[in-house]
């Protein structure tokens, strides 16, 4: 049956996102307790993002508010609020996409995006559990600063799907998500701030290892390099994709459609030589999903969707990982739609804990969709024009090769867009020891063709550079604003360098903004692998190298 306006009305009206909160009455003893209590709780969530929703979805609850071991409790019942909303607005976009015509999309999967990153919220928001919180470990605490943060970055995405679309029911949606999302944005605020661990320079370096839980047979796979021997990817123990009908799949999706949801154990997709072109997506109950090639020169994953053919940004990936746990190594991911299609992505993950190994990432504007979570790419070539390494994960490119390629005519280049919402979420990218370079036709036009290391997509957004050769393509000044926005908060962003080398690594010319920011050693230590993305707890079952120091 086609869900109608008047339905969508209908349940809107019933539950307004903002105010939904039930309440009860107050066990208080007196009026004057309860009035000290009413303006304590207001106090409280004055300082908050939205005080109203805070105040609305805490005054049931009467907890001293002067009394600071209670601040966990109070988070717990705004994340109930949270959660509550949530669920609403999911059932919301689902009965919307099962229905009609009510909304008439320009872009192609805007609700499709929408109902599955709210699926992610509402996940991410569960795993926030009492028992997580309350033992007031920092890993669990780090944790969960990261599942808030990834969630304001699916509402964001969820608006600017939004923003490109249009029928009856856009405003009601739009209003109704950003309401909703209030108590999201209130739960992360009260998150107990954590101190960084600060160290002095070279302390550490990770070192290769397995955690206990690791099983013999993935160290073996996951250690070796796959030519040296025929029995080194068995097929009892991988499943094996071939493009020439050898193996047991003849495309990557028909593997990741046959490997068990929800695993707890890592799930190894060989995939042999060859080129394969489809878009691939691992949804999010794909968990542990390990891509491995027969090296980046061999082993393609090629796509062409793009923005320009109707697509959101989100959707025109050629690879989307929503799976948690996901690794892949020596593959090439492209999108070969080309400059002239603008927004195109190669590789787009929203998972977290994932982390790519010697690979080749190929596109022209946004190949890289580090969207939201805890990434780590290692070895890889990243290649493209404009903002071509975005969004929000902590995202930590380490030893990689980042290559800048000629825009079309009257446009810059620009490497990094980091869209940091708040100064409360733990995102940013984070690039150490890299080599940020040009193609030869885009050197040869630098003259004339400006390249810069990133521009802010959101206000507070973060993005370092670390021991890095910045080439001499890179226009003096660094960093640019975002195109006609004269209005930014510069001062919100930060923007960091530090000690690296080559002809377009010079900072007496760089912009004077007061979120630029020429780092120390302590500075630049926290943007290393054990503090930004707590990799010291999970890389090392991964295989893959890292350099946890500056």
Not at 11 to 19: E, F, G, K
Not at 343 to 350: D, F, G, K, M, T
Request: glycine share 6%.
């Amino acid at each position: 049956m086609a869900f109608s306006i008047l339905n969508l009305l209908f349940i809107l009206v019933l539950s307004p996102a903002a105010t939904m909160v039930v309440t009860t009455a107050l066990p208080v003893k007196n009026s004057n307790s309860l009035d000290t209590h009413l303006s304590n709780l207001r106090n409280f969530c004055n300082n908050k993002p939205y005080p109203n929703a805070c105040f609305n979805s805490l005054k049931a609850h009467p907890i001293d508010i002067n009394i600071d071991s209670n601040l966990i409790t109070f988070l717990l019942h705004s994340l109930e609020a949270a959660i509550s909303e949530i669920e609403k607005l999911t059932n919301l976009f689902l009965n919307i996409g099962g229905g009609s015509n009510d909304i008439i999309e320009k872009q192609k999967g805007t609700i499709q995006d929408c109902q599955e990153l709210h699926q992610i919220t509402l996940s991410s928001l569960k795993r926030i559990s009492v028992s997580r919180i309350q033992a007031g470990d920092p890993r669990k605490l780090s944790d969960a600063r990261t599942y808030l943060s990834a969630s304001l970055t699916n509402k964001n995405t969820c608006l600017q799907g939004l923003d490109s679309a249009s029928g009856p029911l856009k405003s009601v949606l739009v209003n109704s998500l950003t309401d909703t999302y209030m108590h999201v944005s209130n739960s992360l605020s009260m998150l107990p701030k954590q101190a960084s661990k600060k160290g002095p320079k070279n302390q550490r370096r990770g070192l290769l290892g397995f955690p206990k839980w690791v099983s013999k047979k993935d160290r073996r796979i996951l250690e070796s390099d796959g030519d040296d021997g025929d029995d080194e990817y068995d097929p009892s123990h991988v499943l094996t994709v071939a493009a020439d009908g050898s193996g047991n799949f003849s495309s990557v999706s028909d593997a990741i459609k046959f490997a068990p949801s929800n695993s707890e154990t890592r799930i190894l997709i060989y995939v042999k030589k060859g080129v394969y072109k489809e878009n691939v997506e691992i949804t999010q109950d794909k968990r542990n999903i390990v891509l491995i090639g027969d090296g980046s020169d061999v082993t393609f994953i090629t796509g062409s969707r793009s923005v320009d053919d109707g697509w959101t940004s989100f959707r025109s990936a050629t690879l989307a990982v929503s799976g948690d746990g996901f690794l892949a190594r020596d593959i090439t991911i492209e999108n070969t739609a080309g400059p002239q299609k603008h927004q195109a992505v190669a590789l787009r993950i929203n998972a977290d804990l994932a982390a790519i190994y010697r690979c080749k990432i190929n596109g022209c504007q946004d190949t890289l969709y580090v969207h939201s979570f805890r990434q780590f790419y290692r070895e890889c070539d990243i290649s493209g024009t404009i903002d071509y390494i975005f969004g929000n994960a902590a995202t930590i490119i380490q030893r990689c090769n980042i290559i800048s390629k000629m825009p079309m005519a009257g446009q810059f280049n620009v490497i990094t867009a980091q869209s940091r919402e708040t100064s409360d979420q733990n995102t940013g990218i984070s690039i150490q020891n890299c080599s940020i370079v040009a193609t030869d036709d885009l050197s040869s036009a630098s003259t004339r063709v400006r390249s810069y290391l990133g521009r802010p997509w959101m206000e507070y957004s973060r993005t370092v550079i670390l021991d890095s050769f910045i080439g001499g393509f890179i226009d003096p000044a660094g960093w640019i604003k975002w195109t006609g926005d004269e209005n930014e908060n510069l001062e919100n962003l930060y923007y960091g360098e530090y000690d690296n080398k080559g002809a377009g690594s010079g900072i007496d010319n760089r912009v004077t903004w007061e979120g630029y920011h020429v780092m120390d050693d302590y500075d630049a230590y926290d943007f290393t692998v054990s503090n930004f993305i707590a990799g010291d707890q999970w890389l090392d079952s991964t295989s893959f190298p890292y350099d946890d120091q500056i």
